[in-house]
T-cell receptor, first 114, second 110 residues
């Protein structure tokens, strides 16, 4: 099983809404990632969790709040977003640590902020 | 910090061979990946190089020279379905940080 599952696949939210994106993997991976991707641009790293601890925050605005409840789950809580935050949000996971190899991506959540 | 460069676009003919180059400058290199991404879809893993040399996987091969900060992805026997963006990504340091280059859009002509 090399699957990373993201829900929902599509999300439309208003600027005053609070919503959450979810990501799940059962590969025993200990590193999990959130990326943001705009059209015709590469994925842009937002957060990295290593062994359930936030290890990297790439200066992401506080309206994005990550959470790692356990080693299989990664959430991204959204609050007071702006229209320019509309993008494809990708979750990925990799083994982590000194055995780290490739990262596997989920299919993404396409977010539209209205 | 890091700097990853690859050509923006390339065009090749069905059945031919194409090489996509990637150069990088990073502090604490810890592996290089190539991903394929079709429009509107998630990136799909193609290859991973951490040591110098060539890794071959079917029609796709990837090469790494750490001393030159250079990699290439070689695609043989091109098919129309190979039309996609090809992303070079580098793992930096010990923090599991993976950064992507801007990607190369490959167009395959019949």
């Amino acid at each position: 099983d090399t699957e990373v599952t993201q829900t929902p696949k599509h999300l439309v939210m208003g600027m005053t809404n609070k919503k959450s994106l979810k990501c799940e993997q059962h590969m025993g991976h200990r590193a999990m990632y959130w990326y943001k991707q705009k059209a015709k641009k590469p994925p842009e790293l937002m957060f990295v969790y290593s062994y359930e601890k936030l290890s990297i925050n790439e200066s992401v605005p506080s309206r994005f709040s990550p959470e790692c409840p356990n080693s299989s789950l990664l959430n991204l809580h959204l609050h007071a977003l702006q229209p320019e935050d509309s993008a494809l949000y990708l979750c990925a996971s990799s083994q982590g640590g000194h055995l780290n190899t490739e990262a596997f991506f989920g299919q993404g959540t396409r977010l539209t902020v209205v | 910090g890091q700097n990853i460069d690859q050509p923006t676009e390339m065009t090749a003919t069905e059945g031919a061979i194409v090489q996509i180059n990637c150069t990088y400058q990073t502090s604490g290199f810890n592996g290089l990946f190539w991903y394929q991404q079709h429009a509107g879809e998630a990136p799909t893993f193609l290859s991973y190089n951490v040591l110098d040399g060539l890794e071959e996987k079917g029609r796709f091969s990837s090469f790494l020279s750490r001393s030159k900060g250079y990699s290439y992805l070689l695609l043989k026997e091109l098919q129309m379905k190979d039309s996609a963006s090809y992303l070079c990504a580098v793992r930096e340091g010990r923090d599991d940080k993976i950064i992507f280059g801007k990607g190369t859009r490959l167009h395959i002509l019949p």
